[in-house]
């Protein structure tokens, strides 16, 4: 079975530049999760998706950052404009259906710089 | 929100146990305890999770106390492989959206001395 897998791997950008960072997660799994880890921070949650709906956008720190999952299937995650404290790592991962407990399946993130 | 302690560090020798230990003072009823472990370089991989019975894996052991203050994660023969930071997570519910999501801490940092 194929793990989640996210495009790019890395990302540099000059500020006020946009990005999107993509996310394919295991097929099957209708829920998707982004975090990210800033420098020197924790890993933070960002947002939830039960299929196409955003069911948890709690963790999104700002308009700068829209999240879509349309049909259900992969993600992407744009930041515009980009500011030089987005600098991080974004992690998406996914989980199976209708299991709130079940394990989430990461994917290896991309490392996104902003200069 | 329920909050882990966890030791900052910790050291093994490779092929010997490793237990790491978890703090959880004020955990619910209905908290599950969950560990993920981060590699060098990759997203954060699960490891084990358990609610009140110790649990056992391919990859580790969840001891949990009974009172369920505290548990340990234990690796029966530490590899290399295995040196990475582990996250004892408790299982949050964000009440207002439904959303299961995880509260990641700072972790403990595990080194494997070979």
């Known amino acids: 079975e194929a793990g989640v897998t996210q495009f790019p791997s890395h990302s540099v950008i000059e500020k006020g530049q946009t990005v999107t960072l993509r996310c394919d997660p295991i097929s099957g799994h209708d829920n998707l999760y982004w975090y990210r880890r800033v420098m020197g921070k924790e890993i933070k949650f960002l947002l939830h998706?039960?299929?196409?709906?955003?069911?948890?956008e709690s963790g999104m720190p700002n308009n700068r950052f829209l999240a879509e999952r349309t049909g259900g299937t992969y993600s992407t995650l744009k930041v515009q404009p980009a500011e030089l404290e987005d600098s991080g790592v974004y992690f998406c991962a996914s989980s199976q259906r209708g299991l709130n407990n079940s394990p989430l399946h990461f994917g290896n993130g991309t490392r996104l710089t902003v200069t | 929100d329920a909050k882990t302690t966890q030791p900052n560090s910790m050291e093994s020798n490779e092929e010997e146990p490793v237990h790491l230990p978890c703090n959880h003072s004020t955990i619910s009823g209905t908290d599950y305890i969950h560990w993920y472990r981060q590699l060098p370089s990759q997203g954060p991989e699960y490891v084990i999770h358990?609610?009140?019975s110790n649990v056992n894996n391919r990859m580790a052991s969840l001891a949990i106390a009974e009172d369920r203050k505290s548990s340990t994660l234990i690796l029966h023969r530490a590899t290399l492989r295995d040196a990475a930071v582990y996250y004892c997570?408790?299982?949050?519910?964000?009440?207002?959206?439904?959303?299961?999501?995880?509260?990641f801490g700072k972790g403990t940092k595990l080194s494997v001395i070979p």
């Open positions: 358990g609610l009140t």
């Open positions: 997570i408790l299982r949050d519910v964000n009440s207002g959206a439904g959303s299961y999501q995880l509260t």
């Open positions: 998706f039960v299929k196409e709906s955003k069911q948890d």
